[in-house]
Structure formats: C-alpha cells, structure tokens
C-alpha cells in the first residue's frame, strides 16, 4: 500500500515536472513566433498548427491530472512543486478560467490600471488594438457566462469541504476511525470530480478565446502573455520564499 502510494506521489510530481519544462519549451516557440510577427513575417499555418499543439498539450495534461486524481486528489490542490504564493492563486487544482478573459482586456489596452502593458511588452505584437466591437461583445458575454460557471463549482466544493466536519460523515467518521477509508475515499472521488469539472472549464474557456479570436497572430500574441506570466507566479514565490528564509 506503501509503495503504491509513494508511486503515485512521484507520477504526480513527473508530471507537474514535465509540464513545467513544457511551458518553457512553448513560451520560446511563442516568442519566436510573435518576433516573426513583429517583422512582418506572418505564416497562418505554421502559427495554427503551434496553437494547435499547445491546445493539444494543455488537454493531456489535464487528462493525466483527472487520471491521477482518481488515486489521490489532494496534492492537486496544494501540490509540493509549487511554491506556497503559487498555491495561495491556485483555484481548484489551477487557474481561474475567468482569468484568461481578463488577459484579454489587459492586453487590448481596456484595463488602463493594468500594469501587464509594461510587463509585456517584449511579446506584444500590436494585434490586440485590432480586436473589432464584435469580438468584445463575445468575449463580455464569455466573460459573464465562465463566472457563473465557476460560481456553481465554488459552490459545489464548498459542500464538499463542509461534509467533513457536518454530519453525518464527521459523526460516523468518529464512531468508527478504523474503517473511515469508505467514507474518505467517495470524498476523495467527490473532489476530483469537481477539479476534473474546472480542468474541462478552463479548456473550454482556452478554446472558445482563440475562437474568438480571429487571426492566429492574436493567438499567439495572448498564448504567449498567459505563459509568461504562468512562469513568473513561480519566480515571484521563490524569490518570496529566499527573502522570508533569510
């Protein structure tokens, strides 16, 4: 049982590992990718096949994260190769869905407050100031219906986290801590649906953005702000780390 459960803890870690050199292998494709932009070289095959793939990549890990979590959820929630600030902005296992969408307004220049116009700058291709009226009227809609979404899973993992200490499960748990593994493991089953249930909104949400948007230029343009950032939320929580260590 032992070394069943050390074998899953090290899979998890191997595959939060691997995704992580991942995401630095598809940023330098991206920036490579939106330098080309910036000196007019544009190929819409080549930059849809790459959004393809980085699509593509993101849906498997997701399904080997649902596929873990069915033997072992609760690392996904705090997981040990993140730093406690990149645990503190996790939401159920990742990132808010809604998130991806406030991206977009930083990048098209709406969120004037948005200090990311700055911080992006060495990506930026200019495609963003092109999205159309249009586009923005789907993307307030996306917006409006992705936070209702997140509301009803906020809400179902809240009941899920309330069962533990509410009756009846706290109460039987108690009676009888022995064989308390049933009741823990439909728990455990429970949680890792609801993050199942996020990863499929958060692919959702990805995929409906770069529907939205039109050229693959903006694709790569937003795909490209989103790992950047991804990335930095870890330098950020290991410099915290050494600074409150030293």
């Known amino acids: 049982m032992s070394s069943s459960i050390n074998s899953d803890q090290k899979e998890e870690e191997s595959l939060h590992e691997s995704w992580l050199n991942l995401q630095h292998e598809e940023l330098i494709e991206l920036e490579q990718a939106a330098a080309q932009i910036k000196n007019g070289v544009k190929d819409d ?10 699509i593509n990549n ?20 705090a997981p040990k190769s993140c730093t406690p600030f990149e645990n503190s902005v ?12 406030r991206l977009i307004y930083a ?31 789907v993307i307030d809609k996306l917006q409006t219906k992705t936070i209702q979404e997140e ?7 809240a ?47 990805l995929k409906q953005i770069v529907s939205i948007l039109i050229t693959p230029a903006q694709a790569v343009e937003y ?5 950047r950032i ?5 330098q950020w929580g290991k410099k915290r780390d050494h600074e409150h260590t030293n």
């Open 45 to 54: 095959h080549k930059l849809t096949q790459l959004i393809e793939k980085i």
């Open 58 to 77: 993101f849906q498997d890990y997701c399904n080997n994260r649902s596929r873990l979590a069915k033997k072992d959820v609760s690392p996904f929630f």
């Open 90 to 101: 996790l939401w159920i296992g990742g990132c808010r869905p809604s998130s991806f969408i």
């Open 107 to 137: 990048l098209s220049g709406m969120e004037i407050e948005s200090h990311l116009i700055e911080f992006l700058e060495g990506i930026k291709t200019g495609e963003f100031h092109g999205l159309t009226i249009e586009q923005m009227t």
């Open 151 to 157: 509301r009803k899973l906020c809400s179902k993992l």
């Open 159 to 205: 009941s899920l986290q309330e069962d533990i200490v509410d009756q009846p499960l706290a109460s039987k748990m108690m009676k009888d801590q022995e064989n308390a593994d049933e009741d823990l493991d439909k728990h455990s089953h429970n949680m890792a649906t609801v993050m199942e249930e996020a990863d499929k909104l958060r692919m959702k949400t």
């Open 223 to 227: 795909l490209a702000a989103a790992k």
């Open 230 to 234: 991804r990335l930095c939320l870890k």
